[in-house]
Nanobody, 115 residues
Framework: QVHLVESGGGLVQAGGSLTLSCAASGNMFSINTMAWYRQAPGKQREFVATLTSAGNTGYGASAKGRFTISGDLARGTVNLEMNSLKPEDTAVYYC?????????WGQGTQVTVSS
């Protein structure tokens, strides 16, 4: 079992930056991958970025060139540095962890970008 807690969300003006953090507790020694997703009101949850235990990263189309994922999966931590934020980045951002075939979600942190 893994419990995930996100932090770092808030209100920022367009063009600004925010860094989100996610911390895992529990059986974090078996985490294979951690990722960020987001969900805007009325929209489906969308993949943002992922980090594997081997250090490989991947990004969704909306994140490429603006967001950077980093972290230490052995410690159960992952961060998402977001730059050049746009109003369309407004969403609840969720952290996700994979342990083999099991996956766990955090409760989410709200990011609001004002124009």
């Amino acid at each position: 079992q893994v419990h995930l807690v996100e932090s770092g969300g808030g209100l920022v003006q367009a063009g600004g930056s925010l860094t989100l953090s996610c911390a895992a507790s529990g059986n974090m020694f078996s985490i294979n991958t951690m990722a960020w997703y987001r969900q805007a009101p009325g929209k489906q949850r969308e993949f943002v970025a992922t980090l594997t235990s081997a250090g490989n990263t991947g990004y969704g189309a909306s994140a490429k060139g603006r967001f950077t994922i980093s972290g230490d999966l052995a410690r159960g931590t992952v961060n998402l540095e977001m730059n050049s934020l746009k109003p369309e980045d407004t969403a609840v951002y969720y952290c996700k962890a994979h342990l083999g075939l099991q996956q766990y979600w955090g409760q989410g942190t709200q990011v609001t970008v004002s124009s």
